[in-house]
Nanobody
Framework: QVQLVESGGGLVQAGGSLRLSCAVS????????MAWYRQAPGKEREWVAT???????NYVDSVKGRFTISRDNAKNTVYLQMNSLKPEDTAVYYC???????????????WGRGTQVTVSS
């Protein structure tokens, strides 16, 4: 059983910062790419950022220069440092990871339950 548990969400004023964490637990052989998505009220889930096992990163244009994704492979944890937050960043943020469970199929996609980020103007 693999679990992804996000933390670090909350209420912040525009221009402020938050750091999200997502810890992956279970009997894991390896973790490939890890990513953050977000879903604002009334909108579809949107990809935000990805970090690959080798450390390469990609970002959606709207967060480039403001958000930084990172990972600690020893802790199977991915982070999202969010700076210069804007009201339009308000959403539920979801963690995603491709995980190879010991004894299981190679690299299956898993999701966390999300953490709310609210940015007030």
């Amino acid at each position: 059983q693999v679990q992804l548990v996000e933390s670090g969400g909350g209420l912040v004023q525009a221009g402020g910062s938050l750091r999200l964490s997502c810890a992956v637990s279970g009997i894991i052989f390896s973790t490939n790419s890890m990513a953050w998505y977000r879903q604002a009220p009334g909108k579809e889930r949107e990809w935000v950022a990805t970090i690959f096992s080798i450390g390469a990163t990609n970002y959606v244009d709207s967060v480039k220069g403001r958000f930084t994704i990172s990972r600690d492979n020893a802790k199977n944890t991915v982070y999202l440092q969010m700076n210069s937050l804007k009201p339009e960043d308000t959403a539920v943020y979801y963690c995603n990871a491709q995980v190879w469970v010991v004894g299981g199929p190679k690299f299956t996609n898993y999701w966390g339950r999300g953490t709310q980020v609210t940015v007030s103007s």
